[in-house]
């Protein structure tokens, strides 16, 4: 057992762990806390309910976030979370009309940009589609900006990318 670099105490071979204990604690080391093991997560708790519905959003697997997001009740603070996921979800489905409008092409970049899982490219798509067309496209690009805000919240330093992505976001809208 060493102290500052300079030994103090010692055994030779093996020890069972009782003794090592002793032998520890006769020098003033004391055992640490058994470290708690967190409990299992009820699958049907919101909060579970709200992680399972994001990543499968993530996934762009429309079904199973909506099955998940859908389930969890009115009263639960998850619920302003999955409300907002929810409604980017229809990205997803978006295909142009017969009658393209320039706003089309960065809802079809910013889909394909979450689908590869770049959240902050698809934002940018979605803010040049919401310069484009303020209108009903402008309302989907909206929404799918903050479907993507969502998945940047997860990420490391994700407050700040949102912080500024949600400023240039407020620009246009406003």
């Avoid at 071979?13 to 058994?34: C, D, H, M, S, T």
């Avoid at 997560?41 to 919101?46: G, L």
């Avoid at 590869?116 to 209108?135: H, I, R, T, Y």
Wanted: proline residues 7%.
């Amino acid at each position: 057992l060493f102290v500052d670099g300079q030994p103090v105490d010692g055994f030779g071979g093996a020890l069972p762990e009782n003794e090592i204990k002793a032998f520890l604690q006769k020098n003033g080391v004391e055992p640490l806390a058994p470290v708690e093991e967190e409990p299992e997560t009820d699958p049907d708790s919101p909060t579970a309910r709200l992680g399972s519905g994001l990543a499968a959003a993530r996934r762009g697997d429309v079904a199973t976030a909506s099955e998940q997001l859908n389930g969890i009740p009115e009263e639960e603070p998850e619920t302003a979370r999955a409300k907002r996921l929810l409604d980017g979800l229809e990205i997803f489905s978006f295909e142009p009309s017969d009658e393209p409008h320039a706003a089309d092409d960065g809802l079809v970049a910013g889909k394909q940009a979450v689908l590869a899982g770049d959240f902050e490219a698809a934002v940018e798509s979605f803010l040049s589609s919401m310069a484009e067309g303020k209108e009903a496209r402008g309302a989907l690009a909206r929404r799918a900006s903050v479907l993507c805000f969502e998945f940047l919240l997860e990420e490391p330093n994700g407050e700040d990318v949102v912080s500024g992505l949600r400023r240039r976001m407020a620009t246009l809208l406003y």
